[in-house]
Nanobody, 115 residues
Framework: QVQLVETGGGLVEAGESLRLSCTSSGNIVSPRLMGWYRQPSGKQRELVAIMNRGGTTEYADSVKGRFTISIDNAQKDVYLQMNYLTPEDTGIYYC?????????WGQGTQVTVSS
């Protein structure tokens, strides 16, 4: 059983930074993808940043140059450094892992950016 727990969300002002962490447990072997999605209130869940097994990253256009995804390969933990936050970054941020056997989501952590 795979479990993902996100931490690090909170309320910040525009221009400030946050670092999200996703702690994983369970049988995570050679994950195909690990990353972050977010869901603004009243909108669909959207990709923020992902990294594949080879280390290649993909970012949403809106966060390029501001957000950085990283992975601790030993612990299979995922991080998201978010700089220069804007109110448009507000939403619930979810950790996601895609394995050969299936995919898993965390419960989410709220990020709120005030103007």
């Amino acid at each position: 059983q795979v479990q993902l727990v996100e931490t690090g969300g909170g309320l910040v002002e525009a221009g400030e930074s946050l670092r999200l962490s996703c702690t994983s447990s369970g049988n995570i072997v050679s994950p195909r993808l690990m990353g972050w999605y977010r869901q603004p209130s009243g909108k669909q869940r959207e990709l923020v940043a992902i990294m594949n097994r080879g280390g290649t990253t993909e970012y949403a256009d809106s966060v390029k140059g501001r957000f950085t995804i990283s992975i601790d390969n030993a612990q299979k933990d995922v991080y998201l450094q978010m700089n220069y936050l804007t109110p448009e970054d507000t939403g619930i941020y979810y950790c996601h892992v895609k394995l050969q056997a299936g995919e898993y989501w965390g419960q989410g952590t709220q990020v709120t950016v005030s103007s």
